[in-house]
């Protein structure tokens, strides 16, 4: 299987690299073949920008999406955006690796987003939930945060982790990919810095290595987080008053 791992995170000796680099060569040893993209120490630029297109198709205002698709159609995309997406193309599973910052993804990685699903190539309004381009394939979010466990729980005072989740869950379920259950990292501390240095940092390192290790083992047997899609919907885009999933007083 090909895997790609998309971390971001800016200190390689982070939490966050730690499992990155315990996924590599937990899924090597299981005979697959892992590609990273490592959006700080490639310099990805987050930032969509007029800059990026060298041939606009109109060049008095930028439209992003208009750009994107005129880029894609006209074979201009700039090379880290076809990097990016002939390594996502490729893959069978992705691994998003990052830490929770401000309730979300950092800056960096939403401007993968951003920029790497290109309108017209990637997704496009026909093309886009059950009815995306990447049908069957995987991915997974492995996510660190900062405060414990508890707090993220449905009345917790981080945030409840599903909802803080589900707007990255989305967008790559926008893609048409199947979405496995996040693997969540609660209460590391201080960044996951220096964890050499901290006796019991660093057992919690170990042991969380040792958990995301076992769920790498055994990631091809589980099952899709469930999402409605185009036949479950009405006209307006909402779930239809008789679905079993529909809310009722």
């Given at each position: ?176 990919m199947d979405v496995i259950a996040p693997h969540i990292t609660y ?63």
């Open positions: 299987m090909d895997i790609l791992i998309v971390y971001c995170h800016p200190e390689p000796l982070s939490f966050n690299g730690a499992l990155k680099d315990v996924a590599v060569e937990t899924l090597q040893r299981l005979g697959h073949q892992v590609e990273i993209s490592d959006l700080y120490a490639e310099g990805f630029d987050p930032v969509e920008h007029p800059r990026h297109f060298s041939e606009r198709a109109n060049a008095d205002t930028f439209a992003p999406l208009t750009e994107q698709r005129h880029a894609f159609d006209s074979g201009t995309l700039p090379a880290d955006v076809q990097r990016e997406i002939a390594r996502l193309e490729r893959a069978d599973l992705v691994i998003l690796q990052f830490p929770l910052w401000w309730h979300a993804q950092p800056a960096m990685l939403k401007g993968w987003f951003d920029r790497i699903f290109v309108y017209g190539g990637i997704y496009s309004g026909s093309m886009r939930y059950d009815r995306g381009r990447f049908p069957g394939k995987r991915v997974i979010c492995s996510v660190t945060t900062g405060a414990p466990e508890p707090t993220f729980s449905l009345h917790g005072r981080s945030g409840h982790i599903v909802s803080l989740m589900w707007p990255i869950h989305c967008s790559l379920y926008y893609l048409g209460g590391v501390q201080g960044g996951g810095l220096n964890y050499q240095e901290e006796e019991s940092f660093r057992a919690q390192l170990e042991a969380d290595k040792a958990n995301w290790a076992r769920r790498l083992e055994s990631l091809e047997d589980e099952t899709p987080i469930p999402f409605t899609g185009w036949d479950d919907w009405d006209e307006h885009g909402v779930l239809k008053a008789e679905h079993p999933a529909r809310w009722r007083p």
